[in-house]
């Protein structure tokens, strides 16, 4: 078999078996062959086979020096290594160099370096698996936990890195591979094309191998020239978003694009916000419409990623023009653990107080029905999860049952338009206490769940407008100047937050909630009085400002608007059916069952 015979040696002191070599034998072939080397499984070092097996890389001389090139990076790493005492290794930095040399192989000389061979039979290179279709189906089953595991260990390992002042500069699926077995991790391979920033005799350089990974000011001079370019301690940052999800949907951020070339983002950039895109823009592959439309449900609706989203958001939209952006290695491992271990949920409501006891004749009695009563219950509870819904906005809830409007003379004139003796409902449903205000309605638009065009026809009045004394809107005020069809994604937004299927109510359920409310109160009709004097009861339900339903006018083209904004006489109410553009007279509330169905 073929031997090196070493001329001289340096250690990463990252394993005592490899504090002296003198010869080094390998198999007869090498079982990878790249641009820049090729790489063979070594057999002994010194006679001895290696109690961890190694793989041999041989540089491949060229007339640029880039062989070099290659074996000075990575004795500057060894440096950092040692420098930075990193004796226990990352499950990412598995692969880092154990020990370079120089020497003879075949009566030629040769440089290169030795790191921890991966067992084949448990890795994959991310890179086969994005072309194999029976790779991908083992990965998307994966738990999202899993997935984020892989994440976590890319951001941890560049960041000991970055630590260490090394960038790897070619972050991308070829050097990376991943264990897909439960609890696997995923380690980064090829360190050589780096480049250690603290050296001012050693350019922190590229090799022009031009991927989809790299970022966007690395593309502009692969570009314009071929050969190597300069990096800089954030080209990492952005190969390293683009990884995070990767890992998680097998997508670049921007797949949707028919092409991912500098010119083309810049004027995807310029129209829309990631991740929401012109479906009519020319720069939209429409071949793509369908795996955008769920990843980009899945990334804006499931709450485990609110974290790992913001940090993407940030660092596409703002760190494609201005590097400084991007998300720190710091940033991504909080997020991704945040993101692996969600806070618990919010603990229940306490009990109501025990009722008096009941009287000895009847102890028997109640025990047993109580029994059967808890039974019953706790079947139903078992397969009827409560929604979260009151986590994040408060609500009231409306009994079921038969409502009959002659029964409430003090709203009777205000029920009167919707045509009926009686109100059916028939479950118990919940109904938000307030108008959704200002400050809710902002965290919707900030999240990202709007389009392009949505947001242009929202507007901003919303927000920067004044009501009719004249007052600036404040986060508390009931927000107005919302269109139909915006509220309504406000209540598909909101539906996603809490796991509950929330909607504009029906003037039906409007009209309940009226009577429910007004049924324990004694009312002056000459006052008006708001119903909002109870506890968690619903407020401003007659008058404030008129609100949206789902309450069709007919056609299914407008909808009415329950309550009134202005009484100057109270008996000539009426729903209206204005336009759906939305006015400062029109706000909305939410409404939905207790339990999901």
């Known amino acids: 078999m073929p031997i090196i015979n070493v001329s001289h040696f340096k250690t990463s002191d990252l394993n005592p078996a490899f504090s002296r070599v003198t010869r080094i034998e390998i198999e007869n072939k090498p079982f990878a062959d790249g641009g820049f080397g090729e790489l063979y499984s070594c057999l002994s070092i010194d006679g001895t086979k290696p109690q961890s097996s190694q793989v041999i890389k041989i540089f491949k001389e060229d007339v640029s020096g880039n062989h070099v090139k290659g074996f000075k990076t990575i004795q500057a790493l060894q440096d950092k290594i040692k420098e930075n005492r990193q004796t226990s290794i990352a499950p990412a930095l598995f692969a880092l160099p154990q020990f370079s040399y120089d020497g003879t192989l075949n009566g030629k000389k040769v440089l290169g370096y030795s790191a921890n061979k991966l067992d084949t039979s448990e890795y994959v290179s991310f890179d086969e698996l994005l072309d194999d279709n029976s790779l991908q189906k083992q990965y998307y089953p994966l738990a999202l936990n899993q997935k984020l595991q892989y994440a976590l260990d890319l951001v941890e390992g560049v960041k000991i890195l970055r630590e260490m002042s090394f960038i790897h500069a070619d972050i991308n699926a070829q050097n990376l591979f991943i264990n897909l077995k439960s609890g696997g ?17 050693n350019s922190p350089t590229t090799w022009g191998k031009r991927n989809d990974w790299v970022a966007p000011e690395i593309i502009k001079q692969l570009s314009g020239q071929q050969g190597t ?25 921007l797949f949707y694009l028919n092409r991912l070339g500098v010119k083309n983002m810049k004027d995807y950039f310029s129209q829309s916000k990631w991740p929401q895109v012109d479906k009519n823009s020319s720069n939209f592959n429409r071949s793509t419409e369908g795996s955008y439309n769920t990843i980009k449900k899945i990334l804006l609706t499931y709450p485990q990623l609110s974290d790992i989203r913001k940090r993407l958001i940030v660092t596409i939209n703002e760190g494609f023009n201005n590097p400084s952006r991007r998300t720190s290695y710091g940033q991504w491992v ?18 109501p107080p025990p009722p008096p006891p009941p009287s000895k004749k009847v102890v028997k009695k109640v025990v047993y029905v109580g029994l059967l ?8 509870n078992y397969g009827h999860k409560k929604c979260s819904v009151e986590a994040y906005i408060q609500m009231a809830t409306v009994p079921g049952g038969t409502y009959t409007v002659k029964d409430y003379p003090t709203v009777a004139s205000f029920l009167a338009s919707l045509g009926k003796e009686q109100i059916v409902i028939d479950k118990d449903f919940l109904i938000k206490t307030g108008e959704i205000t200002v400050g809710e309605f902002r965290r919707f638009v900030k999240s990202g769940w709007l389009s392009q065009a949505d947001l242009e026809k929202l507007g901003t009045a919303w927000q920067d407008g004044k009501d009719e004394r004249g007052k600036s809107f404040g986060d508390k005020s009931p927000v107005s100047r919302v269109p139909w069809d915006i509220a309504n994604k406000y209540a598909q937004w909101m539906s996603a937050q809490t796991g509950c299927r929330l909607q504009l109510p029906t ?20 006052r008006l009085e708001t119903i909002d004097s109870q506890k968690n009861a619903p407020d401003h339900l007659l008058f404030n400002r008129e609100e949206w339903s789902r309450t069709s006018c007919g056609g299914g083209k407008r909808y009415k608007t329950l309550g009134y904004d202005y009484f100057p006489n109270y008996n000539n109410y009426e729903l209206r059916c204005p336009s759906l553009k939305g006015s400062m007279s029109v706000g909305f509330r939410l409404s939905g069952l207790k339990e999901r169905d």
């Open 185 to 201: 991790h995923l380690v980064i391979i090829d360190y050589d094309s780096g480049a250690v920033t603290e050296n001012p005799n």
């Open 507 to 526: 003037q039906e359920q409007w009209a309940a909630a009226v009577m429910s409310y007004q049924a324990e109160q004694t009312k002056q009709r000459s």
């Open 373 to 380: 009563l808890a039974l019953i219950l706790g079947v139903w």
């Open 229 to 253: 370019v300069k990096v800089n301690l954030f080209t990492d940052t952005w190969s390293v978003a683009v990884g995070v999800h990767y890992l998680i949907f097998l997508r670049h951020p």
């Open 334 to 351: 909080d997020s991704i653990r945040r993101a692996k271990s969600p806070p618990p949920p919010p603990p229940p409501p306490p009990p």
